[in-house]
């Protein structure tokens, strides 16, 4: 078998400068997209948010509702109770059964008493629930609405540039298989540190074309003879010359 032909520094960097151009093309369909994909979940999270806060609000106003039929229930109970005591009021034999169901009959008047507070209580809780689920369907409603539009924007520039990002990333992972498993984890730990994805820069106006630091004349004939990969000593992207990103 065939020995693999070890490749050249200039075609190595040949090789990281074309992947970096194509992962480059990629980047600006990401940046066309802008934030958002972000702003998409983000109103989609809140939305699932609001509804359960709606729910929450509804299941409590259903309990208060609960409690003021259980009140109105013990409150007729009360009353009953009450008419039967008057009742038994006009039978009894002495005084002591007679102050006895007085007790009973201003107990039960205390249980109404009782009652009218609690459903009155939950009543105002209800009223003032209602406006917090007004508020939030309003605010569900208004997010929906901004949601509608941000994924309309969004499926326009997929629909749009979805092809093109297709072909490459095809095209990137083919141009990462010929390069060095070595330099292809160096290039995407470069360019995972970067929010504009440059891994790779050319040398322009003496600068490094990634952080803009100056480079001095004796390193900047270091990378135009390609002997061996260097790294700009302040942000650490490689560095070719001017002229290696010519086709």
Known sequence: MAATKELSVDEKLKQLWDLQQIDSKIDKIQILKGELPIEVRDLEDEIEGLNTRLKNIQDESVELEEEIKN???AKALAKELISRYEKQQDNVKNNREYDA???E?????????LCDKKINDATAKIEGKQGLVDETEKNIKDKEKNLKTKKKELEKIIEETEK??????????????KVEERLLKAYNRIRGAYKNGLAVVAVLRDACGGCYAKIPPQRQSEIRQRKRIITCEHCGRILVAW?????
Do not use: G, M
């Not at 201003?106 to 249980?111: A, G, P, R």
């Not at 072909?167 to 990137?172: A, D, I, P, R």
């Open 71 to 73: 009140r109105k229930n």
């Open 164 to 177: 093109e990002e297709v072909e490459l990333q095809k095209e990137s992972a083919k141009q990462a298989e």
């Open 243 to 247: 002229e290696d990103n010519q086709n």
């Open 101 to 103: 169901l007085s007790k």
């Open 105 to 113: 009959i201003e107990l039960q008047k205390l249980e109404i008493q």
